[in-house]
Nanobody, 127 residues
Framework: QLQLVESGGGLVQPGGSLKLSCTAS????????IAWFRQSPGQEREGLGC????????YYANSVKGRFTISRDNAKNTVYLQMNNLKPEAPAVYYC????????????????????WGQGTQVTVSS
C-alpha cells in the first residue's frame, strides 16, 4: 500500500521559512498529483495546494497563495512544500497525500485518493 512520509517540520519564527518534504519508498510520486494539507488541534484538515503529476499545474488555497510553493524533484522521488513568510498560528501537523487528477489538473479532495494519511510533520510558528 502506498505510504507517504512527511518530514522537515520544526519550530520557526514568524516571518521565517521552512521546507517540508514528502517521499514514498514504494511508489513513484511523479505518477500522482500530490497535495499538502495541515491540521491544527480541534480544527478540520485544511488543503493548502497541490501539484499535477506532470508539474504543469499547481493550485494554492487563498490562505497560502504567494507564500507557499509546491514543487517536485523526481530524481529524489520527493515533493516539497516551501513555506515563506510564515505567520504566527496554532501549531499544525502537515500532511501530503495523493489527490485527484481532472484533465491534467490536480483537484483537492478531503481524503487521499491512494493509500492513507501518514504521520505528518509538525510545524510551530512562534517567537
Amino acid at each position: 500500500q502506498l505510504q507517504l512520509v512527511e518530514s522537515g517540520g520544526g519550530l520557526v519564527q514568524p516571518g521565517g521559512s521552512l521546507k517540508l518534504s514528502c517521499t514514498a519508498s514504494s511508489a513513484t510520486l511523479s505518477d500522482y498529483p500530490i497535495a499538502w494539507f495541515r491540521q491544527s488541534p480541534g480544527q478540520e484538515r485544511e488543503g493548502l495546494g497541490c501539484i499535477s503529476s506532470n508539474d504543469r499545474f499547481t493550485y494554492y488555497a487563498n490562505s497560502v497563495k504567494g507564500r507557499f510553493t509546491i514543487s517536485r524533484d523526481n530524481a529524489k522521488n520527493t515533493v516539497y512544500l516551501q513555506m515563506n513568510n510564515l505567520k504566527p498560528e496554532a501549531p499544525a501537523v502537515y500532511y501530503c497525500a495523493v489527490q485527484k487528477s481532472v484533465m491534467g489538473m490536480c483537484v483537492l479532495v478531503r481524503a487521499p485518493m491512494v493509500g492513507s494519511w501518514g504521520q505528518g510533520t509538525q510545524v510551530t510558528v512562534s517567537s
